[in-house]
């Protein structure tokens, strides 16, 4: 189990950019975004585990960039051309190889104002 901790949302114009951090307090196989907008469910944004293999959901697929700092533990989304519908309180979360996310951050709110 590992501690995350969010950075890095804020309020920001439609086509503009955005990184989120999370910094976790140890080594753990998989890192991932989600998302969740007022009134509907939390989604998968992206995820990335600790050899590099990267998932995206196919809504942000060519607008959304993540990676990772190993040495860091650290996760990173970076986040171009937004749009009002990436709107949305966005959440870290980890898990290991063949488990639950069960560690999760507290979350940050993105907003992108059309």
């Known amino acids: 189990q590992v501690q995350l901790v969010e950075s890095g949302g804020g309020l920001v114009q439609a086509g503009g950019s955005l990184r989120l951090s999370c910094a976790a307090s140890?080594?753990?196989?998989?890192m991932a975004w989600f998302r969740q907008a007022p009134g509907k469910q939390r989604e998968l944004v992206a995820s990335?585990?600790?050899?590099?293999?990267?998932m995206y959901a196919g809504s942000v697929k060519g607008r959304f960039t993540i990676s990772r700092d190993n040495a860091k533990n650290t996760v990173y989304l970076q986040m171009s051309s937004l749009k009002s519908e990436d709107t949305a309180v966005y959440y870290c979360?980890?898990?290991?190889?063949?488990?639950?996310?069960?560690?999760w951050g507290q979350g940050t709110q993105v907003t992108v104002s059309s």
């Open positions: 990335i585990t600790s050899d590099g293999g990267i």
């Open positions: 979360a980890a898990r290991n190889l063949n488990s639950e996310y069960n560690d």
């Open positions: 140890g080594s753990i196989f998989r």
